[in-house]
């Protein structure tokens, strides 16, 4: 099994940045992919971005150019670097870790974080 942790939260202007952090509890050489997703009031939950072990990204369109993705093995920690927050972007964002095991996925989530555009 595999905790994750999420910070970085919080409230930001239009326009401005904020980082997003989740930490696992065990080594991350092991999770497959790596993402974060997103949920806002009476929306489903979508997925923002991934990053897999080879180093492969993708992005939801909607955030392409303004969000990265990136991982740092040696603390077990993976970011979201969210920049020129937009008005739509306001959600709980949250870490996912995808595991493929013996051709099974297993997926495990953080307790979600806000984030709040506001100016």
């Known amino acids: 099994q595999v905790q994750l942790v999420e910070s970085g939260g919080g409230l930001v202007q239009p326009g401005g940045s904020l980082r997003l952090s989740c930490a696992a509890s065990?080594?991350?050489?092991?999770?497959?992919?790596m993402g974060w997703y997103r949920q806002a009031p009476g929306k489903q939950r979508e997925s923002v971005a991934l990053?897999?072990?080879?180093?492969?990204?993708s992005y939801v369109d909607s955030v392409k150019g303004r969000f990265t993705i990136s991982r740092e093995n040696a603390k077990n920690t993976w970011y979201l670097q969210m920049n020129s927050l937009k008005p739509e972007d306001p959600a709980v964002y949250y870490c996912?870790?995808?595991?493929?095991?013996?051709?099974?996925?297993?997926?495990?989530w953080g307790q979600g974080t806000q984030v709040t555009v506001s100016s």
């Open positions: 065990r080594s991350i050489d092991s999770i497959n992919v």
């Open positions: 996912n870790a995808g595991i493929l095991l013996l051709g099974r996925w297993t997926n495990y």
């Open positions: 990053i897999a072990t080879d180093g492969s990204t």
